[in-house]
């Protein structure tokens, strides 16, 4: 098992387009496992492939308390939605920024297992909001990008300024 480098916004690899997966293979699985380790040292309750710099529709989740109910979704898509619901929301690609969001209250997303086998799950609350920021990072989107245009600003400064006093402590 492997920890994997989590790309940072405004890094422009987190717009890359992830493609579907046509075969769930031993790679997707590794994958996924590393995907999983990452997220859990993070400590993040969500992980897309596209932070980890491969661009293929692959997430994983746990909104669990006891970070024991490990979900893997290949090839998510939402196929219903419903309802509004604002939520604060952070990012594992955006250290240090919380801001609240609004999205669907409950969606119902169609997906692919880690046996390649068809499910669907359905899902309110938190579990509603990581799917679906998980999801958009599929598609490129990071959840600042709901934000303002002067809070992105803020934003890119803060993480620029961050990236800079690192680099000069290494
Ligand atoms: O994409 C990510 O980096 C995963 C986010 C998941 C998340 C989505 C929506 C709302 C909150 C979190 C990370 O887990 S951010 C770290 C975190 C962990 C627990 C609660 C809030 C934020
Ligand atoms: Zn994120």
Redesign the pocket.
């Known amino acids: 098992m492997s920890l994997l480098p989590i790309l940072r916004f405004p890094d422009p690899r987190l717009k890359k387009i992830a493609a579907p997966v046509r075969n769930v293979d031993e790679s997707i699985i590794r994958l996924a496992r590393d995907m999983a380790e990452t997220m859990y040292q993070?400590?993040?309750?969500?992980?897309?492939a596209t932070?980890v710099d491969v661009h293929k529709q692959v997430i994983v989740i746990d909104t669990s308390e006891t970070r024991d109910n490990l979900l893997t979704l290949i090839n998510p898509e939402i196929v219903e939605s419903e309802g509004r619901q604002e939520?604060e929301?952070?990012?594992?690609?955006v250290p240090g920024i919380y801001d609240k969001v609004e999205r669907a209250e409950r969606v119902v997303v169609r997906y692919l297992d880690l046996e390649g086998r068809e499910k669907t799950i359905e899902a309110d609350e938190?579990l509603a909001?990581?799917l679906q920021?998980?999801i958009e990072?599929l598609s490129g989107k990071v959840?600042v990008e709901h934000l303002s245009r002067l809070k992105q600003l803020r934003i890119k400064a803060k993480l620029a300024k961050q990236a800079k006093i690192t680099a000069a402590r290494d």
Do not use: R, T
């Open positions: 993070a400590p993040g309750i969500g992980l897309a932070q939520c929301e952070g990012c594992l690609s938190l909001v990581c920021h998980e990072h959840f």
